[in-house]
């Protein structure tokens, strides 16, 4: 048992028969009381266990009281439990601890334990207190651990699959690029840059501290980090801006992953080697509302056009990332045409409906 948060005893000027002494009356009304009852004298000992609780028990109430109903409590929890009991009678104080008990068919079941404290007069008269039985709950909780740690390490070992398969890919990109004429080189070039930003979008997503709920501003922060290294290093920036966070799930920040990357590609195919690129990112999050997202390239007009022999793709991949975690689209990405996404707007209860448009 444990002090949890501090709350006021039971106390008032009771006449002989009240929960402090027990009287029949009390007796009577614990007995039928579908719940686990108990109550303590001044030094923590037990003094009274109500029919329910022995029920459970399968003992008699003699060999419950005093210390007695401890030797059914499980063996890890036994310390634990006896040193939490003891902070609790030293301060007078409420307690709520969770413990496993023996219940009379050898079956170790989690009670949710609470007590408050027993005054008269100002004068301590120990504990009353009652118990739930929560097995049910414990056992829900350690399935969804279990289930966690099992889709952290499926997510994982798809991870590793596609980022080996990810490496055989630009591999053959490369050779096939090579031996290409020289007129298809720009594009061959071009697609296996896409595929290591593919690559990198799936590694910063393992990344996460939280694959199931990603953080959206840390994990374009680090994807733009990633991307402005990933090609021409030093002449291209990521700056990643706005109000509120937003917490996404793996499907969009996925999505949104690859329309960023893609952005990134498009304002370096525009451009030679020689300009400095810049692309900036805006997150609008209000609390209660749909994401909403503006990206700026600084190719500008540039990149509406494409470098000869790259072919333009960028909107058309854009708007299939898009479709594919149903964010809603429109914009070109440049200064006066800024590339607006918005995101679907979860609900327990609705699927998102949102449908993705180009203009």
Request: glycine letters at 10%; charged letters at 25%; proline letters at 5%.
């Amino acid at each position: 048992m444990g002090a949890d948060t501090p709350q006021g005893g039971l106390s008032g000027n009771h006449g002989a028969d009240t929960p402090f002494d027990l009287g029949d009356g009390f007796r009577r009304f614990a007995d039928h009381v579908p719940l686990m009852m108990w109550r303590t004298d001044e030094s923590g000992r037990s003094t009274y266990h109500n029919e329910c609780w022995l029920q459970f028990t399968g003992r008699p109430l003699a060999e419950e009281i005093a210390d007695g109903w401890r030797g059914g409590v499980h063996p890890d929890d036994f310390k634990r439990h006896a040193e939490i009991v003891e902070k609790a009678v030293e301060s007078r104080l409420p307690f709520t601890v969770e413990f496993r008990l023996r219940r009379h068919d050898g079956a170790y079941r989690w009670l949710l334990d609470t007590g408050r404290p027993l005054e008269e007069n100002g004068v301590f008269h120990g504990y009353l207190g009652s118990c739930f039985d929560i097995t049910d709950r414990k056992n829900a909780e350690e399935h969804a651990e279990h289930a966690l740690v099992e889709k952290e390490t499926l997510l994982a070992e798809i991870y590793h699959r596609v980022r080996n398969n990810l490496q055989v890919m630009v591999s053959l990109i490369g050779l096939y690029g090579r031996a290409a004429p020289e007129a298809c080189r720009g594009s061959f070039d071009a697609l296996g840059q896409r595929v290591r930003a593919i690559a990198l979008v799936q590694q910063h997503l393992h990344e996460a501290p939280h694959i199931a709920s990603i953080d959206l501003r840390d994990y374009l922060h680090r994807l733009a980090s990633g991307l402005g290294q990933l090609r021409r290093a030093g002449r291209i920036g990521v700056t990643v801006e706005g109000d509120g966070t937003s917490l996404v799930e793996p499907r969009t920040a996925n999505a949104l992953g690859m329309i960023v990357a893609e952005v990134v590609a498009e304002c370096l195919d525009a451009t030679t080697e020689t300009v400095t690129c810049g692309i900036s990112i805006r997150i609008d999050a209000p609390a209660g509302a749909p994401v909403r997202l503006s990206v700026i390239s600084g190719a500008g007009e540039a990149a509406a056009a494409g470098r000869e022999g790259v072919p333009k793709l960028g909107p058309r991949l854009i708007a299939a990332y898009a479709a594919q975690a149903e964010i809603a689209v429109c914009g070109t990405a440049t200064e006066a045409d800024p590339l607006h996404l918005q995101l679907p707007e979860v609900r327990a209860d609705v699927a998102p409906t949102i449908s993705p448009s180009l203009s």
